[in-house]
Each structure stands twice: as structure tokens, then as C-alpha cells.
T-cell receptor, first 112, second 112 residues
Framework: EDQVTQSPEALRLQEGESSSLNCSYT??????LFWYRQDPGKGPEFLFT???AGEEKEKERLKATLTKKESFLHITAPKPEDSATYLC?????????????FGKGTHLIIQP | DVKVTQSSRYLVKRTGEKVFLECVQD?????MFWYRQDPGLGLRLIYF???????EKGDIPEGYSVSREKKERFSLILESASTNQTSMYLC???????????FGEGSWLTVV
């Protein structure tokens, strides 16, 4: 059974204080790893897809990286508007009907 | 940009009522999904559809049914709403199963 663990569950940072969110996974045959941002009361917004170890993707202050066991979402010099819950999901042949297993998310708060 | 639109953002229904949640996507995606999201439990797949009139059960299909009569539209039906179906419901779509999933804004359903 595929498993995804996100850490920490919650993270509070000062504006400009860079940090990383972790997504550890155990899957049988990774097809893709996805990062989403979710604002309170809204649906998840797609950020990145990573397919193979060593791959990196960037968007504004966010950079996602992938190894064979985990992915990191690095946030550089965050701003208050980066506050959200960040979800990680892995897709594999061993996942559910949709092939996906979601983590529980990291709730990120950026204080001005 | 991919657009997944859920017609009702907030609903309050009585126990035993029949509830319809509608979802439309504008990207000609083959696959559409219904999830529910609950605190501490994360995202769970209810049903998905890989073609018109085709459907597959997800992890928690009990108490729900779905309908897909047109490619762009996917409906979730609660035949007889119960209080334990109070949740946020998310519709999503993807061009193919093992591919990025895009979510709608969510529908908050309260059953009283």
C-alpha cells in the first residue's frame, strides 16, 4: 500500500525566513509526485508535477525537488500571501482507483 | 488555464434529502473525479469516471452515486443525505488517469 507522510504538520515563519516542507513516500512504481497549494475554504491549486529523482521545478518563491524517497518544497523569502496548506500526492500503479495517495498537508503561516 | 467549475459553493440540506452536486470542466478532459475532504482524514476518492457513462468506485462510494451523461459534466448524487456526509466535496479532472489532476473550488455541504 502506498504511503505519503508530510512534515511538519504546521510551520510558522517570519516573512523572509526561508524553509522547506517535506513529503516522504513509499510507493510501488512512482508515476508522478504532485504539489498543490490550498487556501482555506477553496480547492487545491496545482503547483508542480515531478516524475523522476533529481528533477526540480520552480515557480516564483517555490522550488520542488524529488529523490527516490522524498520530495521537498523549498520556500525562499516567503511573503504573507504564501500562507496556505501545501499538499503532496503520489501517483502509482499501486494507488487507489485514481492511482493517487495524498498526504495530510503542511499548514504554513507566514507572519509579517 | 484548466477550469473546473462546481455550481454550488455552499449548501445546507436536511437529513434524508436527495442532493445533487454538479461539476463542469472546459478542457475536454477524459477523466473526472469526486473527492471529499475532512479534517484529519485528508482527501478521499468517492468515484471517478474515465468516459461518458463510465464510472468506477473509489475508496468511499457508500451512500453516493454519480452520473456522467456528457464529457464535460460529472454529477455527484447523495440519494438520502445523512449528517455524516457533511463535508467539503471536490470535483477534479485530468486528461488521462496517470496525469495531473486539476480541482474545482469545492462545495461545502452541511446536512442538518
Amino acid at each position: 500500500e502506498d504511503q505519503v507522510t508530510q512534515s511538519p504538520e504546521a510551520l510558522r515563519l517570519q516573512e523572509g525566513e526561508s524553509s522547506s516542507l517535506n513529503c516522504s513516500y513509499t510507493v510501488s512504481g512512482l508515476r508522478g509526485l504532485f504539489w498543490y497549494r490550498q487556501d482555506p475554504g477553496k480547492g487545491p491549486e496545482f503547483l508542480f508535477t515531478l516524475y523522476s529523482a533529481g528533477e526540480e521545478k520552480e515557480k516564483e518563491r517555490l522550488k520542488a525537488t524529488l529523490t527516490k524517497k522524498e520530495s521537498f518544497l523549498h520556500i525562499t523569502a516567503p511573503k504573507p500571501e504564501d500562507s496556505a496548506t501545501y499538499l503532496c500526492a503520489v501517483q502509482s500503479a499501486g494507488g487507489g482507483a485514481d492511482g493517487l495517495t495524498f498526504g495530510k498537508g503542511t499548514h504554513l503561516i507566514i507572519q509579517p | 488555464d484548466v477550469k473546473v467549475t462546481q455550481s454550488s459553493r455552499y449548501l445546507v440540506k436536511r437529513t434524508g434529502e436527495k442532493v445533487f452536486l454538479e461539476c463542469v470542466q472546459d478542457m475536454d478532459h477524459e477523466n473526472m473525479f469526486w473527492y471529499r475532504q475532512d479534517p484529519g482524514l485528508g482527501l478521499r476518492l468517492i468515484y471517478f469516471s474515465y468516459d461518458v457513462k463510465m464510472k468506477e468506485k473509489g475508496d468511499i462510494p457508500e451512500g453516493y452515486s454519480v452520473s456522467r451523461e456528457k464529457k464535460e459534466r460529472f454529477s455527484l448524487i447523495l440519494e438520502s443525505a445523512s449528517t455524516n456526509q457533511t463535508s467539503m466535496y471536490l470535483c477534479a479532472s485530468s486528461v488521462e488517469v496517470m496525469n495531473t489532476i486539476y480541482f474545482g473550488e469545492g462545495s461545502w455541504l452541511t446536512v442538518v
